[in-house]
């Protein structure tokens, strides 16, 4: 997003005339963010024989799905749904990873029939996974590492205590039941969750994956999952992908050298890939001064970003209507029947009704968790590339929200 003349934009599209022809609220990626994101990964890791899988649940939508195939990056997903979309998309099931967690053995049989790349995630699974297939079709597995990393509790999945992954601990029934049914493990995976600064996170998981690949030859490729953290707010700390791919390269340089063996490096980024390219675009309906705080209510909620109430997660916003108004202090609430606030305290140029507001970083888990919450319809997606604003989902409507509903009277 830049100010020119006085005028926020994207790819020189202003957000008003965005609004104008789509409507608000409204969510807006920019595909020259993606693509660079995208580059700046292949850049850090080059001279790795790199795999980057897009974590889709970030942001499913077909058309970014299919950005991401054309700048040759696959995609991981965790439900067979997404995986038939990802196929519609135009990916080959040999660059779908399913790494799903808790699901019915069905879902999985129905993975191998299509021939995705399976990872599993916990024991029962896995010997389920032997009875049934043996040394027929390949898998990975997915480990816990007993980590505790990631900005919030709930975005962090490598700690004892997560429900993801088979526990490092339980190596020997995991190489007990390998052996025993002569399964096919090609492949490791640990993500340890979002939002991860600390280089020396992915390199204690290194530690671990090099340490069994070494004893299990049939291993072809590590996966270090995602959870890079990108910046929310000026003065943010990022995670800083060259020296990550730096270090990364070198310890599998390392691990060829010692074992005669050259291994894939797989990462499956979602947030760092989508995060900075989308923003929501919404309306001021009205500005509620109160004796203690002034309220801005805009014309979306929870229900389109519930990212700020489920994460207490910081989302900058800019009036763009008013872009030299005197600085004052608002909270920024929905209009939905909740608690439900996207800012407080925020120092915002002078808001008044009917101006737009933007929400930043909003491309990441915004729109694929939006729900019809108070039967209110979620949002269209628009997609900027090569300087067209092009919508790629339609606003709901109230067909929508009644399909599907029977009557019974």
């Not at 799903?100 to 993975?111: C, M, N, R, T, Y």
């Not at 049934?132 to 999945?157: D, E, F, Q, V």
């Not at 530690?207 to 069994?212: P, S, T």
């Not at 923003?279 to 700020?308: A, D, E, M």
Request: glycine content about 10%; proline content about 3%.
């Amino acid at each position: 997003m830049e100010l020119n003349n006085g005028s926020y934009q994207v790819q020189g599209i202003s957000f008003g005339s965005l609004a104008k022809e789509f409507g608000t609220p409204l969510y807006i990626y920019d595909a020259a963010k993606i693509e660079q994101q995208i580059n700046n990964l292949k850049q850090a890791f080059s001279g790795a024989d790199l795999k980057i899988k897009f974590a889709a649940k970030a942001l499913t939508n077909i058309s970014v799905l299919k950005l991401m195939r054309k700048n040759g990056v696959g995609v991981d997903v965790v439900s067979g749904e997404e995986a038939q979309i990802a196929m519609k998309a135009g990916f080959l099931p040999s660059e779908i990873m399913f790494t799903p967690s808790g699901v019915d053995f069905d879902e999985l049989i129905q993975a191998v029939k299509w021939g995705l790349n399976v990872n599993l995630d916990n024991l029962s699974v896995l010997e389920k996974f032997g009875k049934k297939y043996g040394s027929s079709y390949p898998c990975g597995i997915r480990l816990n590492p007993n980590i505790m990393a990631g900005g919030n509790l709930k975005i962090s999945t490598g700690h004892s205590n997560s429900k993801f992954g088979i526990s490092v601990q339980q190596l020997p029934e995991i190489l007990n039941i390998v052996e025993r049914y002569e399964i096919n493990l090609n492949g490791l995976l640990i993500h340890t969750g979002s939002e991860i600064l600390e280089i020396d996170v992915f390199l204690k998981m290194g530690e671990i994956l090099f340490k069994i690949a070494h004893d299990i030859p049939s291993i072809k490729s590590l996966d270090f999952g995602g959870g890079f953290k990108v910046s929310y707010q000026k003065g943010d700390k990022t995670t800083d992908v060259q020296e990550l791919g730096s270090r990364l390269r070198k310890l599998f340089a390392d691990f060829e050298s010692q074992n005669g063996r050259k291994l894939e490096l797989w990462i499956e980024p979602g947030k760092y890939l989508v995060s900075e390219c989308g923003y929501l675009l919404v309306k001021s309906n009205v500005v509620k001064q109160n004796p203690t705080v002034t309220f801005v209510g805009v014309n979306s909620g929870l229900n389109h970003l519930i990212r700020p109430m489920m994460y207490n997660s910081y989302h900058e916003i800019i009036n763009v209507s008013n872009p030299n108004g005197a600085v004052k202090t608002y909270t920024v609430v929905g209009n939905i029947c909740e608690t439900d606030t996207f800012g407080t305290d925020r120092n915002l140029a002078e808001v008044r009704e009917d101006d737009l507001l933007v929400f930043e970083n909003a491309g990441a888990y915004g729109y694929m968790m939006a729900s019809n919450y108070n039967s209110r319809v979620r949002p269209a997606e628009v997609m900027i590339i090569d300087g067209k604003a092009k919508l790629i989902r339609q606003r709901d409507t109230l067909e929508q929200i009644l399909q599907g509903q029977v009557d019974i009277f």
